[in-house]
């Protein structure tokens, strides 16, 4: 008997090598999902991709894409009001990965607005709060912001709210400050969370464009999302109407019922980012010629690659998982909470080796994974840090609360 040498296998097309969803996830998606996608990827490239170094680089948001944006139909998604077509949660996530997967920054731009904003109003509004806002939000006429963390109040804004709300009849007056506030220096409405000083528990407000009252201040000098215009607001005497308080929120566990929601969204916010970042290396090593070869056929290249897959892998079946735990009703606090501590650890890993694989020229936005390497740190520490995400899931697992 002979023995022959297998054939190698061919060399995969250019676009097989960067297609990170290695186990075929997509097929989750429905045709009509899959269609929807493939509209958002196309604006991503053709809108986004040209100008997000630009407009990173100096800082500034690109808010005129917003109308076009919802005009494909993806925003409002998630509600009965605004869906154009009947749609899943992986959908609704994976379309957030194809935001981050081109820009960190405009995911989030698009995410204040149509995740935490809508899902406050979505989740926490009545019948007629639904009916007035959601649509103008989806077809992209306004835009929402979310004003939760204050100066003093970060992690622990579940008890340490200083932000007040005080009840004179058919009117509130808010007094207080908020801190890193997304898109609240342009947002048409943003959703104000403080404390009943009768009851001491949490409440939602609708605060309009213009009220007296209520200043935001960007933010400057920030080195991570830098295409986001985080604000700092003060609330000074804002009177706002009872019919603009949220009138399913009582407490901050109905708060929390928003959060949760959100939490998957940065899960998937932070696999997109980490595709980003690994394209782009793909494409850097592939080109780039050391020792008379292109880096790529190093074994020490391949392992930070192959690394960097695995991760993007494993964090994109916890999404999918998570996603239809939303779907079936099934998802608690301590599943969002695990995927976003364990996404976003992933995505620190990975968009470093994507780094480091680029050299030197990996620091330059030129080389397409600075960018995404300076974005991970914010997205690491929004929606709930590392820490505070681990503590939900070690409470879970031990029945023990270690926050204090
Ligand atoms: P801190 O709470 O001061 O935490 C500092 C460190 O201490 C962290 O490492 C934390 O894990 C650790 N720590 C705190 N308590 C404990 C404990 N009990 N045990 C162990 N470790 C602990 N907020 C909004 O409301 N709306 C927005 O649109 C918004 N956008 C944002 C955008 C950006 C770019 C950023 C950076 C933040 C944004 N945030 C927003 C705020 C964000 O949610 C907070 O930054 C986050 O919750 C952490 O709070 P902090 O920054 O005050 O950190």
Not at 290 to 308: C, E, H, M, R, W
Not at 324 to 342: I, N, P, S, W
Not at 346 to 352: F, G, Q, Y
Request: with cysteine; aromatic share 8%; charged share 20%.
């Amino acid at each position: 008997m002979t023995l022959t040498t297998p054939a190698a296998p061919a060399a995969p097309a250019a676009t097989e090598l960067l297609d990170a969803d290695f186990y075929g996830f997509q097929h989750q998606l429905t045709a009509t999902e899959q269609a929807a996608v493939g509209r958002v990827r196309d604006f991503m490239e053709r809108e986004v991709r040209p100008v997000a170094d630009d407009y990173w680089d100096r800082a500034e948001c690109p808010v005129h894409l917003f109308k076009p944006f919802a005009e494909l139909g993806s925003v409002g998604a998630a509600w009965a009001e605004t869906a154009q077509f009947e749609n899943s949660a992986v959908f609704r996530g994976w379309v957030g990965m194809e935001l981050a997967r081109v820009d960190s920054s405009f995911c989030t731009f698009i995410g204040v607005s149509s995740g935490l904003a809508m899902s406050s109003i979505g989740l926490g509004g009545s019948a007629e709060q639904r009916a007035q806002w959601l649509p103008p939000m989806a077809r992209g006429d306004l835009i929402g912001a979310f004003g939760l963390t204050e100066p003093l109040s970060g992690s622990d804004t579940a008890r340490g709210l200083r932000t007040t709300a005080t009840r004179h009849g058919d009117t509130w007056v808010l007094d207080g400050a908020k801190r890193w506030i997304g898109n609240a220096t342009f947002a048409d409405v943003v959703v104000i969370w403080a404390k009943d000083t009768a009851d001491d528990q949490v409440k939602g407000f609708l605060v309009r464009k213009g009220t007296p009252g209520f200043t935001a201040t960007k933010i400057e000098r920030k080195q991570s999302l830098r295409i986001v215009q985080n604000a700092d607001i003060t609330l000074d005497g804002v009177e706002i109407a009872e019919a603009d308080r949220l009138q399913g929120i009582d407490s901050f566990k109905d708060l929390a019922n928003v959060l949760r929601v959100t939490r998957d969204g940065v899960a998937w916010q932070s696999l997109g980012t980490m595709i980003g970042a690994y394209e782009a290396a793909v494409r850097y090593t592939a080109e780039r010629e050391q020792f008379g070869n292109p880096i790529a056929s190093y074994q020490l290249v391949q392992d930070k690659l192959a690394t960097a897959l695995g991760n993007i892998t494993a964090s994109l079946a916890m999404c999918v998982r998570l996603a239809q735990m939303q779907d079936d009703g099934t998802q608690r606090d301590q599943h969002a909470a695990l995927a976003k501590a364990f996404v976003t650890t992933r995505m620190r890993e990975t968009v470093a080796l994507a780094r480091e694989v680029c050299g030197g020229n990996g620091i330059t936005l030129d080389t397409g994974v600075a960018r995404y390497f300076a974005d991970a740190e914010a997205v690491y520490t929004f929606e709930g840090t590392r820490d505070m995400n681990q503590l939900i899931v070690g409470r879970s697992i031990t029945g023990h609360a270690a926050f204090v």
